[in-house]
């Protein structure tokens, strides 16, 4: 589904991503770990779009097309979806119509004719339902003065109605607690399927004790220097990144 | 051109040889400051930004009498706004207060001329608070209105006249055949109690310059509640100097919109006086430019007695050649202790080649006060912008909802039902054709 091919990324003329090689099959959930500053987010971003970074090397391909290639938005409507580390507070656009809008755009972008009312107020029920997300937070302005936990219930709601085939969760359990964990994690595990595949990027490994990996990457200095399966996860918790740190320093000499 | 010499011509050829309720003589007076201060140049503090003097190098025609004729009620159908099936309408066409084209349809509104409310029973007010704005426009733009008051009208809303559909009022440009310079004039008085919702707006029919200096004076007393909207989306041949002076004489409310959407030049002087103890006013402004259209919104709340509220709230957005000017003058008199008076002024710049001066002032003798201001420049939130595209949304579809989103708590200010859908609906057009 999607295949990253020696990816070197950077911002600001700094280079972050050095040489990233990953594959992901549809119905696999991969984690992506590392410390603090080894690139994790500069990869979502770059696989999202985010305009600020740019690609030096490298090929991303996403069912069968170059990501690379395409803008955020048809990235989306290609089936790819970022839930925000932070996601934005807009005050007066109202979270209904905003996620109305994507929806139909999406559907436009496919050829699709939008939905009519009823049966996005019936998608939307359902899938609120999925999500445990209250209706009177989606009358509000999109995330302004929403809690930590409920701006990522909001993140896991939209991936709901748009139903990606690639969800990349950027720090997802970033500023929750175990609670407000255990419902965004239930919601994603709710949406897998075998056509649809899970990205987690994380620094802790507790988030992955809900949404459980099928491999685990750790992210060091730009590049995956260990590939496993969630023990490996488990020894990260067990040993920190320390252990990670000093077998690439000896590697380095 | 239209030098003093002109207007003396001009002036001369007009005044009437009768009294006129005493208007002659404060015509007289104010054509004197006319000649004294002329028309400001770039020197001037208050129009450092907005170079008025370039429209004085034009040739525009004064009409010396209504043109009513030329403006039939086809004419007027197309420019009539949404509601005004039960609004009381007053149309003023080329400066000059029509009498054919007006509607008064709510009882408690007396609309007169200007001259008989001064001749008839009205005599006092009009000597007390006509040309009461010059005390804040210290400038020949003013002080030309004022010399040249004809046609003008006299507004009175009943003691404890609750009036439930708003008043319509249509300054209507003839600019068919020449160019235009009109000033229309009117005075109101919102009595004891009373509650009326008024709003003013501007069209030219026709390609050639049009030029409006207007100026309204409202006195508001004990009791009493206004809201006042402007609309201005009047084509880029046309050009502006519009100025709403309010004074608050009594314990009362009052609430302003203003929305600037096109123009050529436009300057906006809204003075709110608070006169009187426990006074609340309410300002509020939204401006969209583009091309090369100039927007200036001078605003002053004076707090002349103490526990008055002001919140003033301005938000801009900015494209093409644009240019905008924010002046927002906040006095606080030393008998005005625990004054409330919030300001802020918002902008967002959507192209390299627009700009904007926003300037705050704040004149504090109180002691005991509360007192905040703040003004931002910026671009549109590039972050945002990505989280919607990040949904799919398109980036046009993205920056329009955007801006949609930034606008709305203006737009929610504009109460009357039919007036804020007709005004969404103005600026999602312009966003459309903006944003393409």
């Known amino acids: 589904m999607l295949t990253i091919q020696n990816l070197h990324a950077g911002i600001e003329g700094k280079k972050i991503l050095n040489g990233i090689n990953l594959d992901i099959k549809a119905g696999e959930v991969h984690a992506i770990m590392g410390p603090n500053g080894s690139g994790k987010s500069t990869l979502a971003s770059v696989l999202a779009g985010r305009s600020d970074y740019e690609v030096l090397e490298g090929s991303v391909e996403f069912l069968g097309r170059d990501l690379l290639d395409l803008s955020p938005e048809q990235r989306a409507a290609e089936g790819l979806f970022l839930a925000f580390q932070y996601p934005v507070e807009i005050p007066g656009l109202n979270t209904v119509n905003f996620i109305k809008t994507a929806v139909n755009e999406v559907r436009k972008y496919r050829g699709e004719a939008p939905m009519d009312a009823v049966a996005f107020l019936k998608r939307m029920k359902e899938k609120m339902a999925l999500v445990n997300i209250e209706q009177s937070l989606l009358s509000r302005s999109l995330n302004e003065g929403f809690s930590g936990g409920e701006k990522k219930r909001n993140e896991i709601f939209q991936m709901a109605m748009l139903e990606p085939r690639l969800a990349i969760l950027d720090e997802t359990d970033s500023g929750l607690d175990i609670d407000a964990i255990r419902i965004v994690s239930n919601g994603v595990n709710k949406l897998r399927n075998k056509d649809n595949a899970v990205l987690v990027v994380t620094h802790y490994q507790r988030l992955l004790d809900y949404i459980v990996p099928d491999f685990v990457h750790v992210l060091y200095n730009g590049r995956i220097v260990k590939s496993g399966t969630k023990e490996l996860a488990h020894e990260l918790e067990e040993r920190g990144y320390d252990f990670i740190k000093n077998e690439n320093s000896v590697e380095a000499v | ?436």
């Open chain 2, 1 to 436: 051109m239209n030098t003093i010499a002109y207007f003396k011509e001009r002036f001369d050829q007009l005044q009437p040889n009768d009294d006129h309720g005493g208007l002659d003589k404060l015509r007289e007076q104010a054509f004197q400051a006319f000649s004294n201060m002329g028309i400001p140049g770039s020197k001037h503090e208050e129009w450092k930004y907005t170079r008025v003097a370039g429209l004085f190098n034009k040739e525009f025609q004064l009409p010396a009498d209504p043109l009513t004729g030329s403006i039939s009620t086809e004419d007027l159908n197309k420019l009539r706004l949404p509601g005004h099936e039960l609004a009381s309408e007053i149309v003023f066409v080329n400066g000059f207060y029509s009498f054919s084209l007006s509607r008064i349809r709510s009882t408690g509104i007396q609309v007169l001329a200007l001259e008989e409310a001064a001749n008839n029973g009205y005599r006092e007010f009009v000597a007390q608070w006509l040309g009461d704005s010059s005390h804040y426009q210290k400038d020949g733009i003013n002080a030309l209105n004022t010399a040249f008051v004809h046609g003008a009208v006299f507004i009175n809303v009943d003691k404890g006249a609750r009036i439930e559909h708003p008043l319509y009022i249509y300054h209507i440009t003839d600019a068919r055949s020449v160019n235009i310079l009109s000033q229309p004039r009117s005075l109101m008085s919102v009595n004891e109690g009373a509650q009326l919702q008024v709003v003013e707006n501007y069209t030219t029919l026709g390609s050639n310059e049009s030029f409006t200096n207007q100026v309204m004076e409202i006195i508001v007393e004990n009791e009493a509640r206004l809201e006042y909207y402007k609309i201005q989306n009047d084509g880029t041949n046309t050009n502006q100097v519009s100025t709403t002076h309010i004074r608050q004489i009594g314990k009362s409310f009052t609430h302003t919109v203003t929305i600037s959407l096109n123009g050529g030049l436009v300057r906006n002087n809204l003075n709110v006086v608070l006169d009187a103890k426990n006074c609340e006013a309410h300002l509020y402004g939204l401006y969209f430019q583009t091309g090369q259209s100039h927007l200036d919104n001078h605003t002053i709340v004076d707090n002349m007695k103490p526990n008055c509220l002001s919140n003033e709230l301005y938000k801009g957005i900015l494209n093409g050649h644009s240019t905008g000017v924010f002046n927002g003058k906040i006095f606080v008199r030393q008998p005005a202790q625990k004054t409330n008076a919030y300001q802020s002024n918002k902008n967002i710049l959507l192209s390299d080649s627009c700009s904007v001066n926003t300037k705050p002032q704040l004149e504090i003798f109180a002691d005991d006060v509360k007192c905040t201001h703040g003004c931002t420049v910026g671009r549109l939130n590039e972050e945002g912008l990505f989280y919607l595209q990040s949904r799919g949304i398109s980036e046009k579809t993205a920056r329009n909802l955007l801006l949609s989103a930034y606008s709305s708590d203006i737009l929610e200010q504009v109460k009357p039902f039919a007036l804020r859908g007709y005004i969404e609906k103005l600026i999602s057009q312009r966003l459309e054709k903006d944003l393409s």
